[in-house]
């Protein structure tokens, strides 16, 4: 009888131990390889993106309701990742403001990190007219806060255009892989991994002139309230062939 109830509790243990190393797994999205780069004019219908992997798995974290579509793509060749966001919004936010345009606006956004802990990771946020907002930061890993940021800071190479639709928008950009190489944010040897956070910013005008401002994330980071910034949001992107 010990022998089957120590059997048992093994069996148990082994059973929440891998539950638990399974809630660990890393979301990963598979950028696959193209022989033929798409072209980046913001319309997104290039036939090169029917190769990609879809993913359509965003989320309103921080929301009881269903987020409105949205789907990301992304290829690679020897010279450059290449993403698309296509976006079902009926309400366009457009931000007018010379300080804050982008900031304003309805966006879709990637950042990439150096490391699991960020201690440098890299923001863009582009808007419907291809405006890119970008920055370099940093988190504090104590203090579970962001440490840094620094808006003035642009991406080397980076080249983005967006079209505006009835039902929403389209943003296609490349990022040379030189780029990935400069800011070391390869995270194999093979330079085939990146630690990247795949959000949308869906804002909705008010007629009071305000925003309603919804939040939507591919990875959820279970934080209480609405924060990019943060470790929790990041899954992994893996070039593949």
Request: charged content about 25%; proline content about 6%; overall charge negative.
């Amino acid at each position: 009888m010990k022998k089957l109830l120590g059997l048992s509790a093994l069996l148990v243990g082994s059973v929440v131990a891998g539950q638990a190393a399974a809630e660990e797994v890393q979301p990963t999205y598979h950028v696959q390889y193209t022989e033929q780069a798409p072209v980046i004019d913001g319309k997104g219908e290039d036939s090169a993106w029917a190769g990609a992997k879809t993913l359509t798995q965003f989320t309103f974290p921080w929301r009881s309701e269903m987020a409105p579509a949205t789907e990301f793509k992304a290829l690679w060749d020897e010279q450059a990742f290449y993403f698309r966001y296509r976006v079902a919004d009926k309400h366009l936010a457009i931000g007018t403001d010379p300080e804050r345009a982008i900031l304003d606006s309805d966006r879709a956004e990637i950042f990439l990190a150096k490391d699991v802990t960020l201690s440098s990771y890299y923001t863009m946020e582009i808007d419907p007219k291809a405006r890119v907002f970008s920055a370099k930061a940093s988190y504090d890993t104590k203090a579970k806060k962001r440490a840094s940021l620094d808006s003035s800071w642009q991406w080397p190479g980076l080249e983005t255009k967006a079209s505006i639709k009835d039902d929403g928008y389209i943003v296609e950009g490349k990022l040379p892989l030189a780029t990935l190489d400069k800011l070391g944010l390869w995270q194999d040897d093979d330079k085939s991994e990146l630690l990247c956070a795949l959000m949308r910013a869906e804002f909705t005008p008010l007629p009071d002139g305000s925003l309603d401002m919804g939040w939507m994330t591919w990875v959820d980071p279970n934080t209480p309230k609405p924060n990019f910034h943060n470790p929790g949001t990041f899954g992994n992107c893996k070039l593949v062939k």
